[in-house]
């Protein structure tokens, strides 16, 4: 399993950016994909996921700004982040999980991508 994170830099306040997250070694449509993020001194948080079906789920911090998406045929889950904010910068990581009996289970981390948000 690989999850490979692409699209983070650095950008001004207010401008955007696309994460890419390209997953290999899974049955890709079957797991929910998400977005996580963790600054310095602060807990790794979840951004956003989207189900094998295309249903989000997006934080509150983010709504109306980032949007998720994934695209099944390219094995690859996006996030698209406009109007950045500072204390949106983060090291942001891809994820797979799924739904087991036993609540969610998950399958793999990708490296995670640096995204900077400063003038």
């Known amino acids: 399993v690989q999850l490979v994170e692409s699209g983070g830099g650095l950008v001004q306040p207010g401008g955007s950016l696309r994460l890419s997250c390209a997953a290999s070694?899974?049955?890709?449509?079957?797991?929910?994909m998400g977005w996580y993020r963790q600054a310095p001194g602060k807990q790794r948080e979840l951004v956003a996921d989207?189900?094998?079906?295309?249903?989000?789920n997006l934080a509150d911090s983010v709504k109306g700004r980032f949007t998720i998406s994934r695209d099944n045929a390219k094995n690859t889950v996006y996030l698209q982040m406009n109007t950045l904010k500072p204390e949106d910068a983060a090291v942001y990581y891809c994820?797979?999980?799924?739904?087991?009996?036993?609540?969610?289970?998950?399958?793999?981390w990708g490296q995670g991508t640096q995204v900077t948000v400063s003038s």
């Open positions: 070694g899974i049955a890709f449509s079957t797991n929910t």
């Open positions: 989207i189900s094998g079906a295309g249903m989000t």
């Open positions: 994820n797979a999980k799924k739904m087991t009996m036993f609540g969610w289970r998950d399958v793999d």
